[in-house]
C-alpha cells in the first residue's frame, strides 16, 4: 500500500525557473514531512523537514507549503539551478512507531 | 560531520551466492534502518533496529535475509541465496531517536546479481 504519493514523477525545469513537486499522505498519524535529495550513486540527504503544525518552512532557496487539511505537501525549489539535478523524494515519518514511509520520488533536470 | 559508513559500496555477486554488507552508523544513535531501494523507486524499509533488538523485520524477507546488530552499534545484512531480484541499493541509515526523527542515511551498497 503505498501510503505517500509523488507527482510529478520527472521535471525539466529552466535554469532560475521555480520547481514544485507534490505529495499526497493517507495516513493522519504521520507527524513530520521530510523531504531528501538524492544523487546518483548516493544515499538520500536530508533537505527540508516540516510538521503539521506550520504551513510553511523556508530554507534558502527550499520551501515546502504544507495543507493539513488537504493531507498534501509540496516542495518549491526556487531559482533553480543546474547542481539542484537530482531525485527528490518526499516522505512521512510515524514516531509512534519511527516508520519513515517514502514517495516514489521526482526525477529534476534543470537545464542551462 | 559524521556520517553512516557502510561497505562494500559495490557488490556484484551470482545467483544462490551469499553476500553481506555491513554498515556502521552514526555514533550514538541507538536506531538503525536497513532500506532496499529499487531504480527509479523509493526506499523501503526492510529491518529497524533499536540498541541490539529488532523492533520491525516485518518486510524483511526471512527465507533468505538475516540482519544482526549484535552490540548494538555496527549491523550486518545478508543474503543467502542470492536471487536475481535482489538487485537493487541496499541502504542503512541511523537515527537518534531520542532527540530528532531525522534519519541520516549512508551511500549504499549497489548489489547487482548475475
Known amino acids: 500500500q503505498q501510503q505517500v504519493k509523488q507527482s510529478p514523477q520527472s521535471l525539466i525545469v529552466q535554469k532560475g525557473g521555480i520547481s514544485i513537486i507534490n505529495c499526497a499522505y493517507e495516513?493522519?498519524?504521520?507527524?513530520?514531512f521530510p523531504w531528501y535529495q538524492q544523487f546518483p550513486g548516493k544515499g538520500p540527504a536530508l533537505l527540508i523537514a516540516?510538521?503539521?503544525?506550520?504551513s510553511e518552512k523556508k530554507e534558502g532557496r527550499f520551501t515546502i507549503s504544507f495543507n493539513k487539511s488537504a493531507k498534501q505537501f509540496s516542495l518549491h525549489i526556487m531559482d533553480s539551478q543546474p547542481g539542484d539535478s537530482a531525485t527528490y523524494f518526499c516522505?512521512?515519518?510515524?514516531?509512534?512507531?519511527?516508520?519513515?514511509?517514502f514517495g516514489g520520488g521526482t526525477r529534476l533536470m534543470v537545464k542551462p | 560531520e559524521a556520517e553512516v559508513a557502510q561497505s562494500p559500496r559495490y557488490k556484484i555477486t551470482e545467483k544462490s551466492q551469499a553476500v553481506a554488507f555491513w554498515c556502521d552508523p552514526i555514533?550514538?544513535?541507538?536506531?538503525l534502518y536497513w532500506y532496499r531501494q529499487i531504480l527509479g523507486q523509493g526506499p523501503e524499509l526492510l529491518v529497524q533496529?533499536?540498541?541490539?533488538?529488532?523492533?520491525?523485520d516485518s518486510q524483511l524477507p526471512k527465507d533468505r535475509f538475516s540482519a544482526e546488530r549484535l552490540k548494538g552499534v555496527d549491523s550486518t545484512l545478508k543474503i543467502q541465496p542470492a536471487e536475481l531480484g535482489d538487485s537493487a541499493m541496499y541502504l542503512c541509515?541511523?537515527?537518534?531517536?531520542?532527540?530528532?526523527?531525522?534519519?541520516?542515511f549512508g551511500p549504499g551498497t549497489r548489489l547487482t546479481v548475475l
Open positions: 541509515a541511523s537515527q537518534d531517536s531520542y532527540s530528532t526523527d531525522t534519519q541520516y
Open positions: 516540516i510538521r503539521p503544525d506550520v
Open positions: 555514533s550514538g544513535h541507538a536506531t
Open positions: 533496529f533499536q540498541d541490539e533488538s529488532v523492533v520491525d
Open positions: 495516513n493522519t498519524a504521520f507527524d513530520y
Open positions: 516522505a512521512a515519518y510515524n514516531n509512534a512507531g519511527n516508520m519513515l514511509t
